[in-house]
């Protein structure tokens, strides 16, 4: 911000737009990008208690299945994984 080449009449008007703008693509970017991309909560007989029962209750249960030694290891690069059901959403 260089106050001495601003129109000081546009400035406030410009900077509160800029300020929505940026505000309602951070939030658009925030609510769309995970869920649009990653795998959803398999609807298979495996995962299908996981559907009623409290999320931080369920997750302690993935590691079970998706650790190195369980029947389905995450996949190498998976991002940080403490919380599975904020990223793979039920459906
Ligand atoms: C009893 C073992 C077991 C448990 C517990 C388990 N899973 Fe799975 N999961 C599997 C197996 C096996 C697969 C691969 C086959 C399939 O798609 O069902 C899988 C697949 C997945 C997939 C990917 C499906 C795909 O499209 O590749 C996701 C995401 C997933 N599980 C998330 C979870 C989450 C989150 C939890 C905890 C709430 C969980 N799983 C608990 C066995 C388990
Ligand atoms: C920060 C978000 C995030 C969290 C938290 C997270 N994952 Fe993932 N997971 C991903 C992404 C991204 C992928 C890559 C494939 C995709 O887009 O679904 C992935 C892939 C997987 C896959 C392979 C599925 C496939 O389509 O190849 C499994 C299984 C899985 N995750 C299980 C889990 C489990 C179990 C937990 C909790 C211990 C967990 N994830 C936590 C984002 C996350």
Not at 48 to 73: D, L
Request: aromatic share 8%; hydrophobic share 30%; with cysteine.
């Amino acid at each position: 911000m260089t106050p001495t080449t601003t129109n000081k009449r546009i400035r406030p008007l410009f900077l509160n737009i800029a300020f929505i703008v940026i505000g309602g693509a951070i939030l658009v970017f925030l609510f769309n990008a995970p869920k649009e991309t990653t795998t959803k909560l398999p609807k298979d007989l495996t995962h299908s208690r996981f559907q009623e029962m409290g999320k931080k209750e369920a997750e302690k249960f993935c590691t079970e299945c998706h650790s190195p030694k369980g029947v389905s290891p995450l996949p190498e690069g998976h991002p940080p994984k403490y919380r599975c059901l904020f990223c793979h959403k039920r459906q």
